[in-house]
Structure formats: structure tokens, C-alpha cells
């Protein structure tokens, strides 16, 4: 019995290993179906297209498994990837595109035109590639020529970039406001260095600069003991500020600085080109500065440029007109040999130096205006009343824009900043309460639409006054009493209340239909974004004591101080 039972046992194992082997086989066998399904043999035409495909999405490996061992003994995948990576992204290939002109069955060997776009324009050209079978397929016989013909490995595609110079902001009558000045850069050429530590710890002191940022400088690669190494911009002492009778105080404390700088043995101090703002602090909220590009700003506005040495407008005109301003730089794309002697030019994109922009402004007069309030927390315009041109926008307190070229320590940012003042706040860009510079376009807006004449009599009474006990406690005074109290006197002796009367006459439909007409609670059609100007923190005014108030300048108004030159403008003459 139980000699039976292992004898069926070993049936049924026998059985389901035949089964199980008979499943595995067929399993191989529909893999290696699949295979051959997948490894459809290409030609060598389609080969070709494919490896060019791989190049626009930057699949180097699989461009490397297209070529054939003996191109493989050559170089290695790691070279391979390198070397395609180093040219195709540094030049900034893009559309890629291939023409098939021939292909010799006989000779494996396809001949072809390529065409791409890169950051210096166009490159297009004509190549051949021979190919060879391996392992049931076409790979490419390989070598440094496919990239470009006559390419060979010891030499390399270099990109070189030709800086656009930068517009000028100009007056109306051509003055600079902007554009090419000169700085003093100091720097350190190493081996003249006498006491290496003492004369650092001088010159970080004498800069404002710490020495570990010095240290690290002369460290970099490049240095030798001959090179120059720039630590520092400063600004430039000028002969003709020393000459005055009464020479600038900072000129003054500059140059003695200057000359402590270069009694140290190792320090130069040489000319270097930067922006310059020569109004300084009388048009700093107007012209804004540049400032060097961010990795953020490079990613932002990629494809616009920009490199790692350009400098943006961020503030003021400067960023308002930045695509007019920076131009367009030109490249150049060339092949050079292992001596680093060139061979030939690949592409060249001429350079596009920025647009020079002409504003309306006056700089006298913007000075004028500058010097007239500069200790004041205040705004000012100035423009002509019969064009609307801008002559002169000015916010003080300011700042020297030029320190932001030059560059700030931390010290003199956070004084900046922490400024009770708010030099760096722009006022003329804000609404601010009118007061009595609201009182005429009152006036105007009362005789427009009839609500009273300039003849008519509002009663004199005093200097306190209220509508009525529905204003409790609350009374419109002034300064003075008069009479008659016609409109004249009212504009003579600055009235309040006859302007909060003259609001109430004019009633609040009105109020706000005129206002809105006059550019209320609407954007000005201008090149800076100003602040809009509001009757009412709400959409409607809402009581009647907010009515009187804004009578003569006060309640919920606010106005933009461009605006408000604006509307005067009717009154010109």
C-alpha cells in the first residue's frame, strides 16, 4: 500500500514538472517575440535621425549606443557624454534638423544636412557618416567630425560674448542722467605685499570689508604673484571737485583714504568703467539704479540675454526702460586647435548696443526743486502747462544712487534702511490728503455745474461752524473772518468753511461725478505707475460730514501729487 502511494506521487511531481517547463518555454518564447517585435532593424538613414533626435532632449547616453565598438575603443561613455554636453549646451542648440540628402547602400554611408539654432544664430551645414553592422544592427562609425565637420579631438567650440553697451538717460536738453562714468577699483597684486597680514587688515579696514574676504580673493586659481586682484570699487575723486574754493567735504575725506590706500606696499589702484547717476540724490526715485543680474533674475528671464556679467534696471526709469536701455549682446561661435589658435567661425550674432532714452525732464530744475527741500519729507512736480510735459518729479529725503554701483557694506544698507526718514521711500508715486490745494478745483467744480456763483454770499460765521445739531459735537473751523465771504475771499483767506458749504451745494452725486471726470479713482495714463487718487475710501462718499471735509481738501481724499498738477493745468493762461 504504501509502496503505491509513492509511486502515484512521483506520476503526479513527473507530471507538474513537465507542465511547469512546458510554461517557462513558452514564456521565453513570448518574451523573445516581444524582442523581435521591439528591435525592429533600421536602416541607416533612420539611425541617423534618431541619434540627431536624442541631441534637443539632451539623451547623450542613448546617442552613445548607437555608435559602433570600434568608436566606443576611442572614447568612453563618460567622455562621450561630456564632450556632446559641452558643446550642444554651450553654444545653446535648439531646433535641431536634418535633411537626408544621400545614402550609398553599397558603402553603408549617408551623407546629410544639418540645421540648428544657437545663442550666436544660425549654424547649418553638410556631413556624412558611415555605418557599420553589429549585432544584427546599424551603428555609427564615430568621431569628433559628426558633431562638426573637421572637428578633431584636441579642439573646442568656444563661445565668446560681446557686451552691449548700455542706453543713456538723457534730459530734454541731451545732459546725462544716466550712462558711462568712472570709478576707482582697488585691488592687490601679491607678490609686492609687504607684512602680508598687517597690510591686509589695513586695507579690509581702510575698505570696510572683512579680511577673510580679502584672503579669499588672492586664493582664487587664477592669481599670481603679478596679477592685479580687484577687491573694491570706490568712487573717484575728481580733480575738478579738488579745485573748487570750496572743495566736497566727502571728496576731500576720499582722497585722503585713497592715499593711505596706496602708502600700503602690493595696493594699485586703477579706472573702471561703471553707471553713473550724476544728479545723485536730487533724481535717485526717478532714475532708480541697475544692479547685477540673480541666478532668480537669469532664470526668470531666460532667453532674453542676459548672462552672469549683465546688469538689470531695478528701480525708477532704469528698470521702466530696461529693454530699451541694455541692448542685445553679440556672440560669436568658433572652433579652436590645441594651441588655441582658431580655425573657423561657426556663427556670429552682431551686437546691438541699447537705445539712448530723452526725457522731458529739466535736470536744473530738478536740481532746483532737490536742494529747495531735500531736509523735508516731501514731493515735488513740476510740468508745462500747455503740452504736459514732466519737468521735474523729486522725493526727499534721498539717496546717492551711485552707492548702489559702487556697493554698500552692511553698516551703510542697514542706516539706509533703518532710516527714520525713509530716504528710499518714493512720495512722489503715493496719493497724499490735498488740504487746501483742494479748495480750487472746488471752486471749479461748483461754478461748472451751477451749484453757485462766484458772487453769491455763504454768511460769515466765525470760525467754528456745523450744519445743523445732526453733527453733534463735530464743527469745520478756520483761521479767519471776512467779508464778504464771496468765492474770491474764500481763496484769499484759505476758508474752510466756505469750501465745506460749497461741497455740500455742490451735493454728493454731483461731487462724484465731477471727481470721477477729473480722474478720480482711475489709473494716470503714465509711463510710472502712480498711486490712484480717491474722493472716498469706499465706492460712494458716505455722509454728509464727509462731504463738507472734502470741501476743502480733507475727509477720505487723497491725490497723487502728478495729478494734481495735472488738474491745475486748466488754470494756465
Known amino acids: 500500500m504504501k509502496h503505491k502511494h509513492n509511486k502515484k506521487r512521483g506520476i503526479i511531481q513527473t507530471v507538474a514538472f513537465l507542465v511547469s517547463s512546458i510554461f517557462i518555454a513558452c514564456l521565453i518564447l513570448m518574451v523573445k517575440n516581444d524582442v523581435n517585435k521591439t528591435s525592429v532593424k533600421r536602416n541607416p538613414e533612420q539611425v541617423l535621425v534618431a541619434y540627431m533626435d536624442c541631441i534637443s532632449g539632451k539623451r547623450y547616453g542613448e546617442m552613445y549606443e548607437m555608435i559602433t565598438d570600434e568608436s566606443k575603443k576611442m572614447i568612453s561613455k563618460n567622455d562621450f557624454v561630456k564632450r556632446n554636453s559641452a558643446i550642444y549646451e554651450g553654444i545653446e542648440v535648439k531646433n535641431v534638423n536634418i535633411r537626408i540628402l544621400n545614402y550609398d547602400k553599397e558603402k553603408l554611408t549617408v551623407t546629410y544636412n544639418t540645421s540648428f539654432d544657437t545663442v550666436a544664430g544660425k549654424v547649418d551645414f553638410e556631413n556624412e557618416l558611415t555605418f557599420l553592422e553589429e549585432d544584427g544592427q546599424y551603428k555609427a562609425l564615430w568621431c569628433d567630425s559628426v558633431i562638426y565637420p573637421g572637428l578633431e579631438t584636441s579642439d573646442k567650440v568656444r563661445v565668446s560674448t560681446i557686451q552691449a553697451n548700455r542706453g543713456e538717460i538723457l534730459d530734454r536738453n541731451g545732459r546725462m542722467l544716466a550712462g558711462k562714468g568712472l570709478a576707482s577699483s582697488v585691488g592687490i597684486i601679491p607678490g609686492k605685499l609687504v607684512n602680508r597680514e598687517k597690510s591686509i587688515a589695513r586695507i579690509a579696514k ?10 579669499k580673493q588672492l586664493s582664487a586659481k587664477w592669481v599670481k604673484d603679478d596679477s592685479f586682484v580687484p577687491l573694491k570699487n570706490i568712487s573717484k575723486v575728481k580733480e575738478i571737485e579738488l579745485l573748487k574754493l570750496e572743495p566736497d567735504k566727502n571728496a576731500l575725506k576720499e582722497q585722503k583714504r585713497q592715499e593711505k590706500l596706496l602708502n600700503i606696499p602690493g595696493v594699485m589702484i586703477s579706472d573702471v568703467e561703471i553707471r553713473e547717476y550724476p544728479l545723485k540724490e536730487a533724481a535717485a526715485h526717478l532714475i532708480g539704479y541697475v544692479q547685477n543680474v540673480t541666478a532668480e533674475d537669469l532664470e526668470e528671464h531666460a532667453g532674453e540675454g542676459y548672462t552672469s556679467t549683465s546688469v538689470m534696471g531695478k528701480t525708477g526709469l532704469e528698470g521702466l526702460y530696461e529693454k530699451e536701455l541694455k541692448g542685445e549682446n553679440g556672440c560669436r561661435i568658433y572652433i579652436v586647435d590645441c594651441e588655441g ?54 522725493s526727499t529725503p534721498s539717496y546717492d544712487t551711485n552707492a548702489f554701483i559702487i556697493g554698500m557694506t552692511q553698516k551703510q544698507w542697514k542706516a539706509l534702511n533703518e532710516d527714520e526718514q525713509k530716504p528710499l521711500y518714493n512720495r512722489f508715486r503715493q496719493a497724499w490728503c490735498p488740504g487746501s490745494t483742494f479748495k480750487p478745483i472746488i471752486a471749479a467744480v461748483g461754478l461748472q455745474s451751477g451749484a453757485f456763483t462766484g458772487a453769491d454770499n455763504f454768511g460769515n460765521e466765525g470760525n467754528s461752524w456745523q450744519k445743523d445739531k445732526t453733527w453733534g459735537t463735530y464743527h469745520v473751523t478756520t483761521l479767519h473772518t471776512y467779508s464778504p465771504v464771496i468765492l474770491k475771499n474764500a481763496l484769499i483767506y484759505s476758508d474752510n468753511i466756505y469750501f465745506a458749504k460749497a461741497a455740500l451745494k455742490i451735493g454728493t452725486e454731483e461731487m462724484e461725478r465731477s471727481l470721477s471726470m477729473l480722474g478720480f479713482h482711475t489709473s494716470i495714463p503714465f509711463e510710472i505707475k502712480m498711486t490712484e487718487s480717491k474722493y472716498s475710501n469706499a465706492e460712494h462718499i458716505q455722509s454728509e460730514v464727509q462731504l463738507a471735509d472734502t470741501g476743502y481738501g480733507q475727509g477720505q481724499v487723497l491725490i497723487n501729487p502728478l495729478h494734481l498738477a495735472c488738474v491745475y493745468t486748466v488754470n494756465a493762461p
Not at 581702510?206 to 584672503?215: A, G, H, N, R
Not at 551686437?351 to 522731458?360: C, D, E, R, S, Y
Not at 529739466?362 to 523735508?376: G, I, N, P, R
Open 206 to 215: 581702510l575698505l570696510e570689508i572683512k579680511t577673510e574676504e580679502i584672503e
Open 341 to 394: 589658435k582658431e580655425k573657423e567661425e561657426l556663427a556670429y550674432k552682431t551686437v546691438q548696443n541699447g537705445k539712448n532714452v530723452k526725457l522731458t525732464i529739466d535736470a536744473d530744475l530738478q536740481q532746483q526743486l532737490y536742494e529747495s527741500f531735500k531736509t523735508d519729507k516731501s514731493c515735488s512736480v513740476s510740468m508745462n502747462p500747455f503740452t504736459g510735459e514732466v519737468l521735474a518729479l523729486v
